[in-house]
């Protein structure tokens, strides 16, 4: 079954303590990317790769880091997380961006 | 960057009638995508865009490129079509940036 699998679901962590929400997607995908939707301003893009290595910011993109290092996978770091990164996180892929994404589960972080 | 408008924001239907969700977008795009996102949070790609219209069931979406203009129709609406419609661009070539606008709330009576 084509799928963008994001783990954990559901995280709670403190201000500082570094953390890792992963994203694998099995279609071979080129183009992956993280998003955060916050209310009242809707989704809003952190950071994008179109392939191996190849990464560039969104909208967003202080306070996160990610990598490319294989095609399947897509891990969104937050190094010293802080409150104002509550929000609910999405991965999606695409074969091209301008074709039909994929999104995966999302994540609920907060960050007390 | 692109400026992209969902109206409304919020819509209240009773079960049957027929639902028009509008997007319009401010800089000339490559695609047009519009999302479903359910009450559990989910995503899903209803449609992508970049010319014309497109029917899956009874959803219909159609873009106007000179209009810069986007709708997105159901058709006999139902309950469990409540969700948030959400409208995201890709702005021209060379551009790998996605951008959405804030969503509309569809809420369907029985």
């Known amino acids: 079954e084509a799928q963008v699998t994001q783990n954990p679901r559901y995280l709670i962590t403190v201000t500082g303590k570094k953390l890792t929400v992963t994203c694998s997607q099995n279609m071979n995908h080129e183009y992956m990317s993280w998003y955060r939707q916050d209310p009242g301003l809707g989704l809003r893009q952190i950071y994008y790769?179109?392939?191996?290595?190849?990464?560039d910011k969104g909208d967003v993109p202080e306070g996160y880091k990610v990598s490319r290092k294989e095609k399947r996978n897509f891990p969104l770091i937050l190094e010293s997380p802080s409150p104002n990164q509550t929000s609910l996180y999405f991965c999606?892929?695409?074969?091209?961006?301008?074709?039909?994404?994929?999104f995966g589960q999302g994540t609920r972080l907060t960050v007390v | 960057k692109n400026e992209v408008e969902q109206s409304p924001q919020n819509l209240t239907a009773q079960e049957g009638e027929f639902i028009t969700i509008n997007c319009s977008y401010s800089?000339?795009?490559?695609?047009l995508h519009w999302l479903q996102q359910h009450p559990g949070g989910g995503i899903v790609s209803l449609f992508m865009?970049?010319?014309g219209k497109k029917k899956h069931g009874r959803l219909i979406a159609t873009i106007n490129i000179q209009e810069k203009h986007s709708s997105l129709h159901i058709t006999a609406s139902h309950p469990r079509d409540s969700a948030v419609y959400i409208c995201?661009?890709?702005?021209?070539?060379?551009?790998?940036?996605?951008?959405f606008g804030k969503g509309t709330k569809l809420s369907v009576i029985p």
């Open positions: 790769s179109m392939n191996v290595e190849v990464t």
């Open positions: 865009l970049s010319s």
């Open positions: 800089v000339g795009i490559s695609a």
């Open positions: 995201a661009v890709t702005a021209g070539a060379g551009s790998y940036q996605l951008t």
């Open positions: 999606a892929s695409s074969f091209l961006l301008s074709a039909e994404a994929f």
